[in-house]
């Protein structure tokens, strides 16, 4: 267990480290910018017979110290490096890696700054950086490419590539067969090991994350797997027959890739086969795609719950952004439009008792952020595949039973505060009453709103917090003020 411990504190540590190292990377990269831009802008103001040779070698100069300081950065590295520069600063970035890293780098950034980049690249230059590119790994950027760069490199593949790619592109983007990919190492089950090792050898390296071999016949159907560690401790006389594993997990083409996710994070996969109905091998999914997918997934939900259509690039134009944030904005002012007149039609109880204005915020508030609690929960459980049709009353019970609670308790004490504070016992209980039942709509909302939208085939998680904070704010305004006016006129 301390060893463990130990394992695990050194890993946090490293991942730390790399964070803190990144970050002093960009720190340097956008210093040498910087000094670029000054340097340019002082000898670009002073005149003299050799102004424009000055210019050139100053400008050299500084480009030159930018390029080998992302020279030996990883494609992830320099991605996010991009991601962070204005765009003015991201072009002369850009501009200065080489030709055949373009391809991995354009995979890395974000949609949003993909696209800028792609416009700033000219149709060559396109073409390269896709010819770098495996199969799979085009599938993902060629939906981004102009259809003419598509044509030149299509026409460049192989035939095996080209079909691989038309395999790629022809599934779902939620499908296992679009985070698959096709390097994979087989063997015949009637070989010996010594066999499967030569044959090793002939390879300058391994597809990555290669964890076990797949084990086919002459139609290349998938008999079983011969993990790594097996071929290495056992003798070389050995058959492949007698050692390969015929229980494994295996995936098809079009099942979800959330479902491949949820499998290797259960059994602890490094990598699994894909074959199609025919049992007949196709591809592999690996532990790297999946994590990939999780974490689109995981940053697809956080912009959908805050009412985002799309990933933005953070110095993108003014009317780019206003585009992405517009419709559910609309309709926040829609809602906000709604709870101000509900607010309007109880304006003279709140004329004849000043404290209703100072107190109803408080039950909105406590009630928005209990329904986003509980849209939380239930949006994280259906992602997760634990909530079947036969528990939305079950589920909505338990939330019902925990916004009751949570409603007398706190309810009580801030009703206990207001009667302290406003000398009046009646407008204690009415803050008490309208806590608990704002608390109650919070929970039901959050508990309906994604199950009724995971029913109708849409996105649970688009739009959940928008929706709770309308619904317990006009909610609660009503709630609360229609209480006073019955109790307290």
């Known amino acids: 267990m301390a060893l463990l411990l130990r394992r695990c504190t050194m890993s946090e540590e490293n991942q730390i480290a790399d964070t803190e190292d990144l970050q002093e990377r960009l720190a340097e990269v956008q210093v040498l910018l910087a000094r670029h831009k000054l340097v340019e802008d002082l000898v670009h103001r002073q005149e003299g017979p050799r102004h424009d040779l000055v210019e050139d070698i100053v400008h050299k100069q500084h480009l030159n110290e930018l390029q080998t300081k992302l020279a030996p950065m990883h494609p992830a590295d320099i991605a996010y490096i991009l991601e962070a520069l204005p765009p003015d600063e991201r072009l002369i970035a850009w501009n200065l890696v080489k030709s055949e890293r373009e391809g991995e780098i354009l995979l890395e950034v974000s949609d949003a700054v993909r696209e800028t980049l792609i416009d700033s690249m000219e149709r060559t230059e396109l073409v390269a950086a896709a010819e770098t590119l495996d199969a799979d790994e085009l599938a993902d950027l060629v939906p ?191 809602t906000a439009f709604v709870a101000s007149r509900v607010i309007g039609a109880f304006e003279d109880s709140i004329e004849k008792l000043v404290a209703l204005a100072a107190l109803m915020p408080i039950v909105a508030g406590i009630g928005g952020n ?69 608390l109650l709509l919070a929970a039901s909302a959050g508990v309906g709103i994604p199950l009724l939208r995971q029913k109708f085939g849409a996105d649970p998680a688009v739009g959940g917090s928008v929706m709770i904070t309308a619904l317990t704010d006009s909610g609660g305004f009503f709630i609360f003020l229609g209480l006073a006016t019955l109790f307290l006129m």
């Open 370 to 438: 209990s329904g986003n609690q509980t849209i939380t929960m239930i949006v994280r459980a259906i992602a997760m595949g634990q909530v079947q049709p036969d528990a939305a009353r079950r589920l909505l019970r338990k939330e019902l039973g925990v916004a009751t609670i949570n409603g007398l308790i706190w309810g009580g004490l801030l009703g206990i505060a207001a009667w302290w504070l406003y000398g009046s016992f009646k407008l204690g209980v009415v803050m008490t009453s309208a806590m608990t039942l704002n």
């Open 144 to 334: 981004d490419l102009p259809h003419d760069v598509v044509a030149d490199v299509f026409q460049s593949l192989s035939v095996e590539e080209r079909e691989q790619l038309r395999a790629a592109m022809s599934y779902p983007e939620d499908s296992v067969g679009s985070i698959m990919d096709f390097e994979m190492v087989t063997v015949r089950e009637d070989v010996t090991l010594e066999v499967v090792l030569r044959y090793l050898r002939r390879f300058d390296e391994l597809p990555d994350h290669t964890d076990q071999l797949f084990v086919v016949d002459r139609e290349e159907h998938l008999k079983g797997v011969l993990p790594l560690n097996i071929l290495l401790v056992n003798e070389v006389e050995d058959e492949v027959g007698a050692l390969m594993q015929t229980e494994f997990v295996e995936l098809e083409p079009d099942d979800l890739a959330e479902e491949a996710a949820k499998a290797f994070e259960r059994y602890d996969l490094v990598s699994a086969p894909v074959v199609d109905r025919d049992g007949k091998l196709v591809g592999r999914v690996t532990v790297n795609a999946v994590v990939d997918f999780i974490r689109e997934e995981a940053e697809s939900e956080q912009l959908a719950q805050a009412g985002l259509r799309e990933e933005e690039d953070i110095f993108a134009s003014v009317w780019d952004s206003v585009k992405n944030r517009w419709a559910w904005l609309a309709i926040n002012l829609v």
